[in-house]
């Protein structure tokens, strides 16, 4: 008993269902980035709506009243950056649904599709079928996600044959927690690029599996297109593949068979979301504010003057170098409260430590230099895709604005094994205690940061 219970899966589940119960219950109502808009966005799925509603011009969402009224209490303390009444969440528990009485709610509308809230959707499809109260319906989803994100790296701790603690504390990270313990896409998102991860490094190092079939591609081909039609942005990290010997297939014409069909499968796919969502809805006043209608100037320019547009994404990436690099870690509310820089610190320095340290019985395994240079080159292109996504969205400064942490944290999981080295490494006994600690002290830090945005 004692023994299962240690085991890496087992300390991962519950130390996040653990912490991500605390900061499901902690964490104020409507205070993660988008959750509004996800939750609202979930509603319409309910309602037939698959993407938006217009209104005097206007994008939105036909909604319960007693919807907009929890939203518009907790957006007033938003806009004003202040402290939140523990005993107004008390009141606004008791808040009745009344599904019938709606009216129109005015606000972006994501480009997400079913599949990007599976299956939170659904279950806010019964909540709304057995009328459950508004602020009890969005406990409910975000336990939901939570339950999503926790299955998807358990099941990836569980079955990668190596590199276990990096997966651990890398899925223990608190923006991971916090946000798949909200009403949103990344704990889907961020569960499965972990899971891809994982079952890369299973098909390419555990010996128990020496020759590739048609249902190890497949199973691996149907985990990258859901991220891809999450968020196409991650289509580079698709190099992973090249972590896996050729010879493990029945010819090399076979491997890179298999490659360009799921690359090719992922890609008609991308083709086919952005299809649908290229074109522009209708925004309202305060979006407008921040968001460019017309994105075929920017891209004629990106094309026609690519070298001007790569100085800008570096002067944004060194302008926001520090945002940035806190934020990959921990970040809680709309207004991005992270924790001290000195944790960050500890955090990347345990991260990097994760990858050198194995385990008792862990054969050493060896990723080749090229390799390493693929892994690179994803994370790289990946995140110029990522920054260009965002440069086409929001209204720039003398920088690009609106670029997040949180966006670049599954690459950093990737970027981790381009350190990973077969000639250095250890087995001390007090790594894993320390690796662990690290977790905690982080989480711990992270809800000190949630607690004091109540009054």
């Keep these: 008993m004692e023994k299962t219970l240690f085991k890496i899966e087992n300390i991962f589940f ?90 129109f709610l005015s606000f972006n509308p994501s ?88 079952y890369t490094l299973k098909l390419a190092f555990d010996d128990s599996i020496k020759h590739i079939n048609v249902k190890n591609i497949l199973l691996w081909s149907i985990i990258f297109a859901y991220i891809c039609i999450l968020k196409y942005a991650y289509f580079p990290l698709i190099v992973a593949y090249f972590l896996i010997p050729y010879k493990k297939f029945e010819s090399q014409k076979a491997y890179f068979k298999y490659f360009w069909l799921s690359a090719c499968a992922s890609l008609v796919l991308i083709f086919i979301f952005l299809s649908a969502v290229m074109s522009t809805p209708v925004l309202n006043q305060h979006t407008k504010t921040f968001l460019i209608n017309d994105k075929a100037d920017l ?48 955090a990347y320095i345990a991260l990097l430590l994760s990858v050198f340290y194995k385990t008792v019985n862990e054969k050493i395994q060896k990723i080749s230099l090229k390799q390493k240079g693929l892994i690179a080159a994803g994370i790289i292109i990946s995140y110029l895709i990522i920054v260009t996504s965002v440069y086409l969205i929001f209204k720039s400064k003398t920088y690009i604005v609106g670029i997040q942490g949180r966006y670049l944290t599954p690459l950093l999981l990737f970027a981790l094994f381009v350190f ?27 809800f000190v940061n949630i607690i004091n945005m109540y009054a």
């Design 111 to 198: 480009s997400y599709t079913p599949l990007s809230y599976f299956p939170s959707f659904i279950v806010l499809w019964f909540l709304k079928l057995f009328c459950v109260k508004p602020l009890a319906m969005l406990y409910i989803l975000r336990f939901c996600s939570l339950l999503v994100y926790l299955a998807l790296c358990y099941g990836a701790i569980k079955i990668v044959p190596c590199f276990k603690w990096t997966f651990l504390l890398f899925s223990l990270l608190p923006v991971n927690i916090y946000q798949a313990a909200s009403v949103s896409v990344d704990g889907l998102t961020f569960g499965l690029i972990i899971l891809f991860l994982a």
């Design 14 to 103: 519950i130390t996040c269902l653990l912490w991500g119960i605390i900061f499901l219950f902690v964490n104020p109502p409507f205070q993660t980035p988008d959750e509004p808009e996800h939750f609202f966005k979930m509603w319409g799925y309910t309602q037939g709506t698959l993407r938006h509603q217009i209104k005097d011009g206007v994008s939105g969402q036909n909604l319960p009243e007693s919807f907009t009224n929890l939203y518009n209490f907790y957006d007033y303390y938003r806009r004003i950056d202040t402290k939140i009444p523990l005993e107004a969440t008390f009141q606004a528990k008791k808040l009745p649904l009344e599904k019938d009485k709606t009216v």
């Design 299 to 346: 891209i004629k320019q990106i094309i026609t003057a690519p070298v001007d547009y790569l100085k800008k994404v570096l002067i944004s990436t060194y302008i926001l170098r520090g945002f940035i690099y806190r934020n990959i870690i921990s970040s809680v509310s709309v207004f991005f409260k992270m924790i001290p820089v000195f944790a960050v610190n500890i």
């Design 420 to 446: 990973a080295s077969d000639k250095f490494c250890f087995k001390s006994k007090i790594v894993p205690v320390f690796l662990f600690l690290v977790s905690q002290f982080l989480l711990l830090c992270t």
